[in-house]
């Protein structure tokens, strides 16, 4: 799953995107309000994080134009500013969620989770499809029943591919939402990635799909 983090705190947003990262997510991270429009409007995000008071473009401001756009994202606002119109304000403006400053970081995992499970049909955070079994909230994979042990990346690589079982998921989508913006690297790291699940699980549960990308076996 891919992230915007528009923060001008940059200690705050540096923490914050670390953390994120290390659950698993691809982060990427603006300081201003305009480039945040911007990015927000432009890149293919499941979620972004908003905070209110920026410069060149206040979150209130950037979460309006957003939804006026016609864009859908999930927007959880964070704000040091307090009281019931501010939350009001955000929500009016089209947010999903909102968390006031200081904040648990535990908390804010947690929304963040629940808006992602809300987003389109608000499916079930439990993925199944014939032996495997993914569950996207605690980041657990079981294989007939014994649980298989992945690193962030391998989770999240393979989640993209779950949440299209028995369609085909190009390289470019898995790269768009598992790497954050700055990866600039080799695009073949899909492929690596690919190949360490295929030996972690059943190797026909992945299916190269020659030119157009990857497809999770349903089982039938």
Not at 78 to 100: H, V, W
Not at 157 to 171: I, T
Not at 203 to 212: E, H, P, S
Request: glycine share 10%; charged share 30%.
């Amino acid at each position: 799953m891919r992230l915007l983090l528009i923060e001008d705190e940059k200690r705050l947003a540096l923490s914050l995107a670390k953390g994120l990262t290390a659950e698993g997510y691809a982060v990427d991270v603006v300081h201003d309000g305009r480039e945040g429009l911007h990015r927000a409007g432009e890149g293919s995000y499941d979620l972004v994080i908003l905070d209110i008071m920026l410069p060149g473009l206040n979150g209130y401001r950037v979460c309006a134009a957003l939804r006026a756009a016609g864009h859908e994202v999930p927007i959880l606002m964070l704000t040091a500013k307090d009281g019931e119109y501010d939350e009001a304000e955000g929500l009016d403006t089209g947010a999903d969620d909102y968390l006031t400053k200081p904040f648990s970081y535990v908390v804010l995992v947690a929304r963040i989770k629940a808006l992602l499970r809300r987003r389109g049909t608000g499916a079930s955070p439990v993925l199944e499809t014939g032996a495997l079994r993914i569950d996207t909230a605690a980041r657990r994979v079981f294989l007939d029943g014994t649980e298989v042990a992945l690193t962030a990346k391998e989770f999240s690589v393979l989640e993209q591919l779950a949440l299209r079982a028995g369609e085909v998921v190009s390289k470019a989508r898995i790269l768009e939402h598992v790497w954050d913006f700055a990866y600039d690297g080799d695009p073949n790291i899909v492929e690596v990635y690919v190949s360490t699940l295929r030996r972690k699980l059943d190797a026909g549960l992945i299916r190269t799909v020659r030119g157009a990308g990857y497809r999770l076996e349903t089982g039938g």
